[in-house]
C-alpha cells in the first residue's frame, strides 16, 4: 500500500498544496486563495477541507497518509507555536494541535521561508549540501538557515530573518518592520526600485533609466547587464548590502553554501558574482571562497520543504 | 564501577584539565603549560599522557573512563577536524583520530569559546535555556551558540565567530585577523582601552581618565560607574557595538538567551544594562526583551562544556 503526505504552503493570498508520494516525488499540486476571515482560521479550515476532499476523491485510506507538513507566513517554532500571524489576521496558536485536530493526521509546520529553504536543500540547487543558508528575493527579503538538513527554526520561529538584519544604521526611512536600515529595504525588488530612484535624483550619471516611467528590479538588472552605469550603481550598491548581510551570517553559523531564490534572482549569475564580491572582504578567511547558488525549484520549493518535514524521518 | 570523563581545555599558554564523574561534578583539578614544540603535537602527546598518569594514580581502569573531551584555541568541527591553529603551530589535523589514537579513548572535540558556551549552558548561568548565545569578552571577543543543548559548530568549526562580526565597516585600522571593523576592535579589553584613547585625544570632556598613566578597560568601567563622563561615553560606544552585533545575531538564531563573560564581563550590571539598551533598536518585534546574564563559571567554562561534551549521551 503506497504512502503519501501532503505539503502545504499558505501565502498571504494563496494556498499551495502538493500530494508526494513516500520517495519524495510530487505526484499532482493544486492552489487556491487564501481566506482571510474567521480570524485567519477559516484558511485552516479550508486546509483540512481540500485535503479530505483529495484523499476521498483518490480513495486513499488514512493509513496511507504519513501526514501534513505546513508552512506559514511568519515565525513558527518546533513545536508548532505562532505568536503572531499579521498577513492572516492570526495570533497566538499552535498550528500543529489545531491542525492535527482538524484533521486527526500528523502536522509539521514551519516558517514559508524555512520550509523553501528545506526544499531546496532537499531537492533543488543546495541537494548535497549539510548546511545552507536560503535567501528570497521579492518583494520582501526572507532567509532560511538550514544545519544538518534541519531547520533552524529559533526559540520563537524568528531565526533566518536575514531580511531585517540592520545593515545601515544611519537609515532615516523606517521598514515594515518598524526598524531602520534593515537588508529588506535595499535588496528586496522594491528596495532596488528604491536605490534607483533616489540615485536618479542626484543625477550626473549617463543612464537609460531615467527615459523609464515604470523602473522595475527586472529593467535595473537587464540594463546594468548591457553596462548601464547608474543601473551597474544600483546592483552594486543593493548586492554590497546583501553580501555584507550574509557576511554576518555565516560569521553565525558557518554554512556550506548559500542558495538565493525569489523573483529578483531571476536577473541571473550578475546578482552571484556581485553578491560573492561584496561578501569576501566582511568573513574572516575560513569563511571564504563559499559556494553561491540560484534557487532552482521557483515557487515549488515551499511545498518541497513542507513534505520533507513529514518524510525526514522517513530517508 | 563508578565512571568519569575528562574535559581537557587548550589553550595558547596553558592546559586546564578537570576530571568529573558521570553525574557532571568536578572531581578535581589541574592545569600546565602548553608546549608549542614539535609542530604543535607535543601538546597533545603532554595531554595524553598527563591523562595516562592521572588514571594510572588513581587505579581507574580504562573502562571506567567515558572519554575525553578537549577545546581548542580555533575552529573545529564536529568530526574533529582542525584547518589551522596558528596560536599552536598546528596546521590541517584531526584531534579526534590523534588524541583517541594516543589515549585508546573516545574523544569529541570543540572550539574553546563554544565548549565554554556549552559548559555555561549545562553548568552556569545558561542552564535552563536550550538555546544560548554566549560571548566571552577578553584580549579579543570569543562567541559560541548553542542550539537545542548542542554546540552550532557549523560546516569548518567557524560558527559564532562573534567577535570577527564587521560592526563598522568604515574602520581603517586592521583586526588581528585581518579584516577592518570587527566587534573585537571595539568590544575587547584592548578595543575598550583603545576607544578611551582616541576619544581622549579629542579632548573636551569632564574626565578622571587623563590622570591615569595606565587605562585599562578595568578602569573605565570603574570610572563610568562613578559617574565619569568620558568613561561613560567609552562603555556607552563599546556596548553600542557589541548590542548591535548581538542583535545582528539574535536575527540569525533566535536564542532565548545571552551570557557575557571573560575579563570584561566582571564590570558587572552596568555592561549587561548598557549592551540590552544597544541590542533593542536593532532587532524585530519578536526578539526583543531577551534574557541577558553575567556568565557564572569563570575559567572553568571550558572544562565543563569539554566533561559535557562526553557525557550528553548520558543525560
Known amino acids: 500500500m503506497e504512502q503519501y503526505c501532503f505539503g502545504v504552503d499558505i501565502g498571504g493570498t494563496g494556498v499551495k498544496v502538493g500530494l508526494f508520494d513516500a520517495s519524495g516525488n510530487l505526484r499532482e499540486k493544486w492552489s487556491f486563495s487564501t481566506r482571510k476571515t474567521g480570524d485567519g482560521k477559516d484558511v485552516l479550515r479550508d486546509v483540512a477541507d481540500f485535503i479530505k476532499t483529495r484523499t476521498d476523491e483518490k480513495k486513499l485510506a488514512k493509513e496511507q497518509i504519513l501526514g501534513i507538513g505546513v508552512g506559514l507566513p511568519g515565525p513558527v517554532n518546533e513545536n508548532g507555536e505562532v505568536l503572531e500571524l499579521a498577513n492572516l489576521g492570526l495570533a497566538q496558536f499552535n498550528i500543529i494541535d489545531e491542525l492535527s485536530g482538524m484533521t486527526g493526521l500528523t502536522v509539521k509546520a514551519g516558517n514559508d521561508a524555512n520550509v523553501a529553504a528545506l526544499g531546496e536543500q532537499w531537492k533543488g540547487s543546495g541537494k ?3 548546511s545552507m543558508v536560503f535567501i ?3 518583494t520582501g527579503v526572507g532567509g532560511g538557515i538550514i544545519i544538518n538538513g534541519k531547520i533552524l527554526a529559533g526559540s520563537v520561529g524568528a531565526a533566518g530573518e536575514i531580511g531585517h538584519i540592520t545593515v545601515q544604521p544611519d537609515e532615516d526611512r523606517a521598514c515594515g518592520c518598524g526598524k531602520h536600515g534593515c537588508l529588506e529595504q535595499y535588496a528586496s525588488a ?3 526600485v528604491r536605490i534607483a530612484k533616489d540615485l536618479l535624483k542626484n543625477g550626473g550619471k549617463n543612464t537609460a533609466l531615467s527615459d523609464s516611467e515604470d523602473i522595475s528590479a527586472k529593467l535595473v538588472f537587464d540594463l546594468a547587464k548591457r553596462g548601464d552605469e ?6 552594486d550598491k543593493a548586492c554590497g548590502y546583501l ?3 550574509l557576511a554576518q551570517v555565516a560569521q553565525v553559523v558557518d554554512p556550506e553554501a548559500f542558495v538565493i531564490g525569489g523573483g ?3 536577473a541571473g ?3 552571484i558574482e556581485r553578491v560573492k564580491k561584496h561578501y569576501e572582504p566582511f568573513v574572516m578567511k575560513s569563511l571564504k571562497n563559499r559556494v553561491f547558488l540560484l ?3 521557483g515557487n515549488d520549493a515551499g511545498i518541497y520543504g513542507c513534505a520533507r518535514l513529514i518524510l525526514a524521518s522517513n530517508y
Open 264 to 266: 529578483v534572482s531571476q
Open 190 to 192: 522594491t528596495g532596488i
Open 243 to 245: 553580501g555584507y548581510a
Open 136 to 138: 528570497t528575493l521579492g
Open 230 to 235: 547608474l543601473a551597474l550603481e544600483v546592483v
Open 269 to 271: 549569475e550578475i546578482l
Open 295 to 297: 534557487a532552482s525549484l
Open 128 to 130: 548535497g549540501f549539510k
